[in-house]
T-cell receptor, first 114, second 112 residues
């Protein structure tokens, strides 16, 4: 079974801090994704990566950056955390496919910015 | 712009009933469609994936169909159980840009 592991289930940080969310997958997948999920807004894509050191902006990249130095690890960085970045963050991975599917998800990180 | 809509937003049914969850999309140029389940506070679990060339997929008590011409997909759950209670999301990949377009989900409650 594919396993996608997010480093923290719950995280509390303060406004202005630099925050790192880590995601590791064990299936040698080329594609990795970061989403945030908010009530009433559904899932929104922040960034995705289709190879090491490659990244593409999703729908809401502002205030975020990503890093993919190794194939199995995809990090989401909040450069200067703000309260409107309080959310559930979900990481996903998938094998190479024209449609980037199926995606396998981690359990999520619930991030609170105070 | 492609939109994916799930109606109703919430559904409560007694245990044992068969039920259908709906997912509609505005652009018929869909590459594939996937159904996911999400338990409270958890990530998403992939249930079924239907390619555009297929009309349906089955896994156990679940059956998903895809009708591109009408812009609809349905998830049929047979003999529902309390353990089926969760939020169900559909997501489509469009031919044009290969990115997932997500529905907002249907929250399903199965009453014992």
């Amino acid at each position: 079974d594919v396993k996608v592991t997010q480093s923290s289930r719950y995280l509390v940080k303060r406004t202005g801090e630099k925050v790192f969310l880590e995601c590791v997958q064990d299936m040698d997948h080329e594609n990795m994704f970061w989403y945030r999920q908010d009530p009433g807004l559904g899932l929104r894509l922040i960034y995705f990566s289709y190879d090491v050191k490659m990244k593409e902006k999703g729908d809401i990249p502002e205030g975020y950056s990503v890093s993919r130095e190794k194939k199995e690890r995809f990090s989401l960085i909040l450069e200067s955390a703000s309260t409107n970045q309080t959310s559930m963050y979900l990481c996903a991975s998938s094998a190479p496919d024209r449609g980037y599917q199926p995606q396998h998800f981690g359990d999520g990180t619930r991030l609170s910015i105070l | 712009k492609q939109e994916v809509t799930q109606i109703p937003a919430a559904l409560s049914v007694p245990e044992g009933e068969n039920l259908v969850l709906n997912c509609s999309f505005t652009d018929s140029a869909i590459y594939n469609l996937q159904w996911f389940r999400q338990d409270p506070g958890k990530g998403l679990t992939s249930l079924l994936l239907i390619q555009s060339s297929q009309r349906e997929q089955t896994s156990g008590r679940l059956n998903a169909s895809l009708d591109k011409s009408s812009g609809r997909s349905t998830l049929y759950i047979a003999a529902s159980q309390p353990g089926d209670s969760a939020t169900y999301l559909c997501a489509g990949v469009m031919d044009s840009n290969y990115q997932l377009i997500w529905g907002a989900g249907t929250k399903l409650i199965i009453k014992p």
